[in-house]
């Protein structure tokens, strides 16, 4: 059956490795999709810097027309904190029973997932697909070690053999960028060209983003 990923995150702002994440995840799982979603109000962290809707026109921008690649505002169009449960159960309605979704999280987000919203009903709805990161182990015990262990598998085919319910770890190259970095880089002056795609580092030069003068709308402000 056809698979959809869905790869969520702060994108504050949007850089080459939440993009090459997405490339490779698509390509290692023979996605037809991969929804880039921000998380508008996320529960987990301190506001973002930039507006959900100054994310979301970055990562538009970054996208373009990369075949398979989908900025998706659907966090945005929604009020109260950004549930990850919640974006889940409208993906699953929209895309029916018969489509494979798969939640990719990184290792970091697994580590916490037990303190997400109704993180248990995930596997009703989707797939988990997690991201080893260097310095993370998955969890050996515990409720997530518990509710995973039953459900690991080795190959993505796997992943396209049922709706939901499955989980998979991968391995994909992780560029040494991060949107801290880059944010404490423009505040501080210094270039950010090849770590931020031209068109969403366009964007934030317009509207002068993340500047020492730019106090935002959350973290790093003075
Ligand atoms: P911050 O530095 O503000 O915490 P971030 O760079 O980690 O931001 P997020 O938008 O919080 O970016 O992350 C979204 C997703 O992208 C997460 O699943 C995270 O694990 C993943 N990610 C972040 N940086 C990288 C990278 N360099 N390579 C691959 N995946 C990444």
Redesign the pocket.
């Known amino acids: 059956m056809d698979a959809i990923g869905l790869?969520?995150?702060?994108?504050?702002p949007v850089?080459i490795?939440?993009l090459?994440?997405a490339v490779e995840l698509r390509e290692a799982l023979g996605l037809k999709r991969v929804l880039l979603v921000p998380s508008a109000r996320p529960p987990h962290?301190a506001p973002p810097r930039a507006s959900a809707a100054q994310r979301f026109a970055m990562l538009a921008a970054a996208i373009g027309d990369e075949p398979g690649l989908v900025a998706d505002d659907r966090e945005l169009r929604r009020d109260g904190p950004s549930y990850t449960i919640d974006t889940l159960a409208e993906l699953r309605a929209e895309l029916g029973s018969d489509v494979a979704l798969c939640l990719?999280?990184?290792m970091?987000?697994l580590a916490g997932l037990a303190s997400w919203h109704r993180w248990r009903e995930f596997t009703d709805l989707a797939h988990l697909v997690v991201?080893a990161?260097p310095g993370w182990q998955a969890p050996a015990s515990g409720p997530v070690a518990e509710w995973l262990a039953a459900r690991w598998v080795r190959h993505p085919a796997a992943l396209q053999a049922a709706a939901h319910g499955r989980a998979l770890l991968r391995e994909?190259t992780?560029?040494?960028?991060?949107?801290?970095?880059v944010?404490a880089d423009l505040a501080a002056g210094r270039s950010v060209r090849y770590l931020v795609p031209d068109a969403a580092l366009a964007y934030l030069h317009r509207h002068q983003l993340y500047t020492a003068a730019d106090r935002g709308h959350g973290q790093d402000s003075p």
């Open positions: 790869f969520g995150g702060t994108f504050d850089h490795g939440h090459r994440t962290r990719c999280l990184g970091d987000a991201v990161r994909l992780l560029l040494p960028v991060s949107s801290s970095q944010r």
